[in-house]
């Protein structure tokens, strides 16, 4: 065989082999994708509806995701969420929260590796460390990437009033400044507003929220809603 036929070999073997790993790679993508969307699917019902072996299956199938495509951040997210969903479902029957928490708190982190502009993650990543430490300077930190990337995200406002309520008893003076900061930009979600209130209710801290409400022009309309009144009154 002459050197030019064997450079022509040599290149259709090179090329046959990065097909292959190509096709290797898009198979892998494609399975991935499909457990994802499987673990999405159980999900999608109300919370309440969801059973402990659907969690089980969710939990499975975006396992076999992050295992066949680790750098996919919806993946972790997705993972990180169904840690946290099944603990609140099945608080009674798990006696090691705290490695739940570490557990979703580094697969958030994994997330923010892949993609750091995902405001919904970072408030996630505080709520999580806030079970683990309180509000801590660290949580605060994770609260400003939220709003650095999600500043009229509704979801970002929920999820800081959330942790300034369950820590509501140690909470510092620039918690509570955010906390009513967030509160009086909600007002204008309109009807997203009034998951504050079964928020607050689900977390024991209804009072909290309608005496905050009590004062300001701008909670006016809120107060005079059968929404409050059924809450509060």
């Known amino acids: 065989m002459n050197n030019l036929n064997m450079k022509r070999l040599t290149q259709i073997i090179l090329l046959a082999v990065i097909t292959l790993i190509i096709s290797y790679q898009s198979l892998q993508s494609m399975r991935a ?3 994802y969307f ?25 396992n076999l995701s992050t295992a ?12 990180a969420y169904i ?35 995902w405001s919904e993650t970072w ?3 505080a709520q999580v460390v806030s079970y683990q430490e309180g509000p801590t300077e660290h949580v605060y930190e994770y609260i400003q990437q939220a709003k650095k990337f999600g500043p009229y995200k509704f979801d970002v406002q929920l999820g800081i009033i959330q942790i300034a309520l369950m820590n509501w008893q140690q909470l510092p003076p ?3 400044a955010l906390y009513v900061a967030e509160l009086n930009s909600a007002v204008k ?20 929220v309608c005496l905050s409400l009590q004062f300001g022009s701008h909670f006016k309309a809120i107060r005079s809603s059968y929404i409050f009144k059924d809450y509060c009154g």
């Not at 066949?68 to 993972?79: I, V």
């Not at 840690?83 to 608080?91: C, D, P, Q, R, T």
């Open 189 to 208: 979600y309109g009807n997203e507003f009034y998951e504050i209130f079964r928020l607050a209710k689900k977390i024991n801290r209804l009072p909290t």
């Open 33 to 35: 994708n499909t457990w």
């Open 68 to 79: 066949k495509e680790p750098t996919h951040p919806h993946y972790w997210q997705l993972s």
């Open 38 to 62: 499987n673990a999405l699917n159980i999900l999608k019902q109300p919370v309440s509806l969801i059973t402990s072996e659907e969690l089980k299956l969710a939990e499975s199938a975006i």
């Open 174 to 176: 620039k918690y509570k």
């Open 123 to 125: 408030i996630a990543l």
């Open 83 to 117: 840690k946290m969903l099944n603990l609140a479902v099945n608080s009674g029957q798990n006696n090691n929260k705290l490695l739940v928490y570490q557990q979703a708190e580094k697969e958030l982190l994994k997330s923010l590796e892949l993609r750091q502009t």
